[in-house]
């Protein structure tokens, strides 16, 4: 089992950042490939971002390429997303997840472990 916590969601301006962060626990954390995910209001979860459990390799979606990115620090079991020139079309609740190999997928259905997510607003 592994468990995820997202945090660092919140309220922004357009134009502002946020870092969101995922600590995760439980199995060996450098055995799993990391993605983030989000989800807005009456539309399906849709992939972001995601980063090899080696941290060697990362891929991002075309919506947040350039905006967003994607990073893990194996010493506190934690990935990040740091989010850049945020729009209101990224106000979405963020999720993190967890997913057993070497190589990220894009689906959710990839994916075994999800934390409970973190609210981002933002707002025009």
């Known amino acids: 089992q592994v468990q995820l916590v997202e945090s660092g969601g919140g309220l922004v301006q357009a134009g502002g950042s946020l870092r969101l962060s995922c600590a995760a626990s439980?199995?060996?954390?450098?055995?799993?490939?990391m993605g983030w995910f989000r989800q807005a209001p009456g539309k399906e979860r849709e992939f972001l971002a995601a980063?090899?459990?080696?941290?060697?390799?990362?891929a991002y979606a075309d919506s947040v390429k350039g905006r967003f990115t994607i990073s893990r620090d194996f010493a506190k079991n934690t990935v990040h997303l740091q989010m850049n020139s945020l729009k209101p079309e990224d106000t979405a609740v963020y999720y993190c997840?967890?997913?057993?190999?070497?190589?990220?997928?894009?689906?959710?259905?990839?994916?075994?472990?999800w934390g409970q997510g973190t609210q981002v607003t933002v707002s025009s």
């Open positions: 439980g199995r060996t954390f450098s055995r799993y490939t």
């Open positions: 997840a967890a997913r057993s190999g070497p190589n990220y997928l894009e689906q959710t259905t990839a994916y075994d472990y």
């Open positions: 980063i090899t459990w080696s941290g060697s390799n990362t």
